[in-house]
């Protein structure tokens, strides 16, 4: 037995390293083409798109996200947005009323039924060529729709451009945590960019040609993650997803694990359904990377931690056993032990070593990442919240996402 | 629409990097485990050197005096590599290597508990050991715990000597032990104190009782810790 849980162990060590050297290869592949446009970016043609803020008891953050909205450096007449209230029990009706007023915005009331169905609303009603939605917790940087657009006017055949999406005012250590996943997350989803494999178009502010929803039908419920599922629709018809590293959106993070825990729960138990509602795309090569490396490279990882992390609880089980057992034969004498450091002690086993080369090209993509995002100090402390943190909770929500899975149950929103 | 065309040298010149990353784990492994293994075998060789000085000294001054009787090797000594021992064995797996050092670390504690003996015998002296016998061979959850016992009651008594043997070390002089005691596996954990032989689970108090009236042994204080 444990030689075979060592086999396991030794596979998904060796694929999580696999996985980051992919990614650190693909950055050398493409470094020279990460630019952060700085000054006014000016495009030749500017479109008219239509956003969709869908408001489900959003009464404290909407009307900020909507001035921001406002701010955005676009000509005001191309920029429509659709104010949509999707059966708010709170005041958000009564505050996205007062935004009649501007001649770019529309509201719209209508009965509870999921983000999904306030998105096909917009959709429904929107008539430009672009279309894009933006969650109301979040707030977008004034360049960023035109740094979007821009993706669009270089190429023809991009469908979708997702934004660089960063924690909003990080206030705790689980936000500073979540700020710096982020962060991290700013660079592996430019590198799934530059390889075609972009599995999610994140619902703050990604912009879609509307072309997307005319070939290929609105929004779905899809486990609650419709942003996921249209980004597989598109990969399984080859729509072109781009990611746009300097379109920055601020996003409000949850602030206590809990609520972090419930969210993360739907995205990753949307992942897994999703994955499994599309497993017919795996491994086949028309799909490209997104086919061989994102939907692989996330199964594997969900596996690895969920196993590493049973791993390390049989561990600890292990040493407080043995200091249970210490103290039922020898009471408080073992206190006596001496704590003198030995090097002799220190675990050389190779998996070690793996671990250590995994940790550094992570560490790797978050101060990268958190280049990209423009931070002051490129390195700081609160870089290491995000290890605890994570390390502690990530393997539980992916357990129970994998407990749901197979039970099919589906976690509630928030 | 796209043109999603895969990259498939990059996948193997990945993999090759992986692999190259894989091997690079395993060879700094190995490179640890041997020097580890050579930290062991220069102790135990320190302690094979200081035990031949001690019987030949012990030989050579013995017909004079009883004075100068030498000490033989530390006890902390012969601990610390038990318990290296025990580590490498559970962490650097169980290698041939590991194995022929816990025999030669067998035979250095019962040439050090002759030479105690005889030491005793001739000047009277009386040194304080047990004999343990326990094994790794199955498991043993009672030898887990007097072990844990045993190493308290060093650490309270650091003249006491404790020379542990595992029984399923295929070595004769621990094969002659077992014989001279009547130790079976069926028995273990066991000991031997002051002749006697005591089998199963012992505990703290009972045989720190039992030390001090065999050995009149001075338990150290946590005070005369602190000023060292």
Redesign the interface.
Same mark, same amino acid.
């Given at each position: 037995m444990a030689s075979i849980s060592n086999v396991i162990f030794y596979i998904l060590t060796f694929l999580s390293v696999y996985v980051q050297v992919f990614f650190f290869v693909t950055f050398l592949e493409n470094r020279k083409k990460i630019v952060i446009r700085n000054g006014k970016t000016k495009l030749g043609f500017y479109p008219s798109v239509t956003i969709v803020v869908p408001c489900w008891n959003e009464e404290n953050t909407v009307a900020e996200t909507v001035r921001s909205l406002l701010d955005l450096n676009y000509p005001k007449d191309k920029v429509n947005i659709f104010l949509i209230n999707d059966g708010s029990t709170d005041n958000t009706k009564n505050v996205i009323d007062k935004f009649t007023e501007f001649p770019n915005i529309k509201v719209f009331h209508k009965e509870n039924g999921g983000k999904f169905t306030a998105l096909n609303l917009g959709l429904e009603k929107s008539e430009t060529d672009f279309f894009g939605c933006l969650d109301a917790d979040s707030l977008v940087d004034p360049d960023a729709l035109v740094r979007i657009m821009g993706y669009f006017e270089k190429d023809a055949l991009t469908m979708a451009v997702a934004p660089a999406v960063v924690v909003h005012n990080p206030g705790n250590i689980v936000q500073k945590a979540q700020q710096t996943e982020y962060n991290m997350g700013l660079f592996f989803k430019k590198m799934l960019g530059f390889l075609g494999a972009i599995n999610v178009t994140p619902g703050p502010f990604t912009i879609f040609r509307k072309k997307v929803f005319n070939d290929l039908g609105p929004y779905k419920h899809a486990h609650s993650t419709e942003d996921m599922e249209i980004a597989y629709r598109m990969q399984k018809h080859n729509y072109k997803i781009e990611n746009c590293n300097d379109a920055f959106i601020y996003t409000n993070t949850p602030k206590t694990v809990k609520k972090l825990y419930r969210q993360r729960l739907r995205w990753i138990y949307g992942f897994l359904n999703n994955t499994i509602d599309y497993r017919s795309v795996l491994f086949r090569k028309k799909y490209g990377n997104f086919a061989f490396f994102t939907l692989p490279m996330g199964i594997a990882s969900i596996f690895s931690v969920s196993y590493l992390f049973g791993r390390i609880v049989y561990n600890i089980g292990h040493f407080f056993y043995f200091k249970i057992l210490q103290f039922r034969v020898v009471g408080f004498n073992f206190e006596m032990n001496k704590f003198d450091f030995d090097p002799f002690f220190i675990n050389t086993e190779s998996f070690i070593f793996m671990v250590v080369f995994v940790y550094i090209l992570v560490m790797f993509a978050i101060l990268f990442g958190r280049k990209m995002a423009q931070e002051r100090k490129v390195f700081s402390l609160s870089v290491l919240y995000f290890f605890p943190i994570f390390g502690i909770v990530a393997p539980v929500w992916f357990l129970k996402a994998i407990y749901n899975t197979i039970l099919s149950r589906k976690p509630s929103w928030r | *629409? @796209? +043109? !999603? !065309?895969?990259d498939w040298k #990059?996948?193997v010149? %990945? /993999?090759l990097?992986?692999t190259g990353?894989?091997f690079?784990?395993?060879y /700094? +492994?190995n490179y640890?485990?041997d020097k580890?293994i050579n930290?062991l075998k220069t102790i135990q060789d320190q302690i094979a050197i200081d035990i031949l000085s001690s019987e030949t000294q012990f030989s050579l001054l013995s017909e004079l005096s009883c004075k100068n009787i030498p000490d033989s090797v530390f006890s902390s000594e012969l601990a610390e590599l038990g318990n #290296?021992l025990e580590?490498s064995q559970e !962490?650097l797996g169980d290698t041939g290597e590991v194995s022929y050092l816990k025999k030669y670390y067998s035979l250095l504690q019962i040439k050090d508990y002759l030479l105690a003996k005889r030491i005793s015998e001739r000047c009277g002296i009386k040194s304080a050991f047990i004999l343990y016998f326990y094994t790794t061979a199955e498991n043993c959850s009672l030898c #887990?715990?007097e072990s844990? %016992?045993l190493g308290?009651l060093r *650490? #309270?008594y650091p003249e006491l000597r404790v020379y542990s043997f595992d029984y399923s070390t295929d070595l004769s002089a621990v094969t002659s032990m077992l014989q001279i005691y009547k130790i079976k596996d069926t028995v273990l954990p066991a000991m031997v104190i002051d002749g006697e032989v005591l089998t199963g689970f012992h @505990? /703290?108090e009972s045989l720190e009782t039992r030390i001090k009236e065999s050995f009149k042994l001075q338990e150290i204080k946590?005070e005369a810790k602190s000023v060292e």
């Open positions: - | *629409m @796209s +043109s !999603n !065309n895969i #990059k996948y010149i %990945v /993999l990097i992986t990353l894989f690079t784990a395993i /700094l +492994s640890f485990g580890k930290q #290296k580590w !962490n #887990k715990e844990i %016992v308290t *650490m #309270k @505990s /703290l946590p």
